[in-house]
C-alpha cells in the first residue's frame, strides 16, 4: 500500500519527463513488491472463491503487461536519447569545424 503511491509517479514523471532512473524505479517497485504480493494472495490464500481467484489472476496479468509495457517503454527512450546525444554531439563538432575555418 505504501509504494503503489511511489510506484505510479515514478512512472508518471519518468514517462512524461523522458527520465530513465525513474521509469526503472517504476520497473523496480512493479516487480518486487506487487509481484510478490499478487502471487501470495493468488497462490498462498485459503478459502478463496472464484470470484477472488479471478480477480487475482487479472490483477496478475494486468501487473505483467504493465511491466512489459515499461521495458518496451525503457528501450524506446534510451534509444531516443542515444540517438538525440550523438546528433547533438555531431552538430556540437560541424559548429566547431565551421567556426575554425571561418577563423583563417
Given at each position: 500500500?505504501?509504494?503503489?503511491?511511489?510506484?505510479?509517479?515514478?512512472?508518471?514523471?519518468?514517462?512524461?519527463?523522458?527520465?530513465?532512473?525513474?521509469?526503472?524505479?517504476?520497473m523496480v517497485l512493479t516487480l518486487v513488491p506487487h509481484t510478490a504480493v499478487c502471487y501470495y494472495l493468488m497462490l498462498a490464500a485459503y478459502d478463496l472463491g472464484p470470484f477472488d481467484k479471478a480477480l487475482q489472476?487479472?490483477?496478475?496479468?494486468?501487473?505483467?503487461?504493465?511491466?512489459?509495457?515499461?521495458?518496451?517503454?525503457?528501450?524506446r527512450m534510451f534509444k531516443a536519447q542515444r540517438k538525440r546525444y550523438y546528433l547533438f554531439e555531431h552538430a556540437l563538432q560541424q559548429q566547431h569545424r565551421y567556426a575554425g575555418s571561418t577563423q583563417q
Open positions: 500500500m505504501i509504494a503503489e503511491p511511489i510506484r505510479l509517479a515514478a512512472g508518471w514523471y519518468g514517462n512524461l519527463q523522458e527520465n530513465v532512473p525513474w521509469l526503472v524505479i517504476f489472476v487479472a490483477f496478475a496479468l494486468m501487473i505483467h503487461v504493465e511491466l512489459l509495457v515499461a521495458v518496451r517503454a525503457l528501450v
